[in-house]
């Protein structure tokens, strides 16, 4: 129903920056909320940054100031921007979609993952 595709990861150094992107595909007009989580090694999964279909957006406070979220609703893409990187923003990077509508004019509240992007920030 929704797929999405994660990009833009990588190793970089504390201070870096880096920009992830996810692309929403499949049988959709559109999406609602759109948001970034996070998990690192022996840590639940945790919010990072969301935008609503309005462009409201939410953000961590460890993370306020350092990362913007934006999104395309033409193109169902959210971004990530990642800037004065540190060595504990280390984790994989999960898109998150929450709410759609599918074709042919199904509106769901189901949340929908991608399969995650290793961001791994060196001190």
């Known amino acids: 129903q929704v797929q999405l595709v994660e990009s833009g990861g990588g190793l970089v150094q504390a201070g870096g920056s880096l920009r992830l992107s996810c692309a929403a595909s499949?049988?959709?007009?559109?999406?609602?909320?759109m948001g970034w989580y996070r998990q690192a090694p022996g840590k639940q999964r945790e919010l990072v940054a969301t935008?609503?279909?309005?462009?409201?957006?939410n953000y961590a406070d460890s993370v306020k100031g350092r990362f913007t979220i934006s999104r395309d609703n033409i193109k169902n893409t959210v971004y990530l921007q990642m800037n004065v990187l540190k060595p504990e923003d280390t984790a994989v990077y999960y898109c998150?979609?929450?709410?759609?509508?599918?074709?042919?004019?199904?509106?769901?509240?189901?949340?929908?993952w991608g399969q995650g992007t290793q961001v791994t920030v060196s001190s």
């Open positions: 499949g049988s959709i007009f559109s999406v609602n909320d």
């Open positions: 935008i609503t279909d309005g462009g409201n957006t």
């Open positions: 998150n979609v929450h709410g759609a509508v599918l074709r042919p004019f199904r509106p769901t509240t189901d949340d929908y």
